[in-house]
Nanobody, 121 residues
Framework: QVQLVESGGGLVQAGGSLRLSCAAS????????MGWFRQAPGKEREFVAA????????YYADSVKGRFTISRDNAKNTVYLQMNSLKPEDTAVYYC??????????????WGQGTQVTVSS
């Protein structure tokens, strides 16, 4: 089992950048594929990005491809989401999530509490 805590959200102007972090507890973090999801008001939660346990494979939603980068540091039990060229439509609560064994865009078992990202126009 792994516990996840997100940080790094905030208010930023359109075109700006933010880096989200997700710190995981437990010794088995490196065995988990990790993902980022987001949920905007009145909308369903959607997939944003995912990374394999080794960091060798990454996947992105079309809406963020080329602007967001997911990465991980297994020595620090942390996964990151670097968000550049932010748009107002990126405004949402962002969640990190973990699953085993393989990376995917669905089927995550463990979730953080979320961090708010607000992009002003």
């Amino acid at each position: 089992q792994v516990q996840l805590v997100e940080s790094g959200g905030g208010l930023v102007q359109a075109g700006g950048s933010l880096r989200l972090s997700c710190a995981a507890s437990g010794r088995t973090f490196s065995s988990y594929a990790m993902g980022w999801f987001r949920q905007a008001p009145g909308k369903e939660r959607e997939f944003v990005a995912a990374i394999s346990w080794s960091g060798g494979s990454t996947y992105y939603a079309d809406s963020v491809k080329g602007r967001f980068t997911i990465s991980r540091d297994n020595a620090k039990n942390t996964v990151y989401l670097q968000m550049n060229s932010l748009k107002p439509e990126d405004t949402a609560v962002y969640y990190c999530a973990g699953r085993r064994p393989v990376v995917a865009t669905t089927g995550y078992d463990y979730w953080g509490q979320g961090t708010q990202v607000t992009v002003s126009s």
